[in-house]
């Protein structure tokens, strides 16, 4: 790679870096534990629905 060539990583991150650390008020905001908890009881109910059928 010569010594012009610029490769862009850091520079075309910058603007995700900057849009994703952004808060918005408006944004609707949901626990992490409440996410992981719906996903272990929707695993549960597949199992069980598994076995029923």
Sequence with gaps: MSSGQNSGGLMSSA????????????????????????????GVMIILLNFAY
């Design 15 to 42: 603007g995700l870096v900057r849009y994703f650390d952004a808060e918005d008020r408006n944004a609707i905001r949901i626990d992490p534990k409440t996410v992981v908890a719906f996903g272990v009881l929707f």
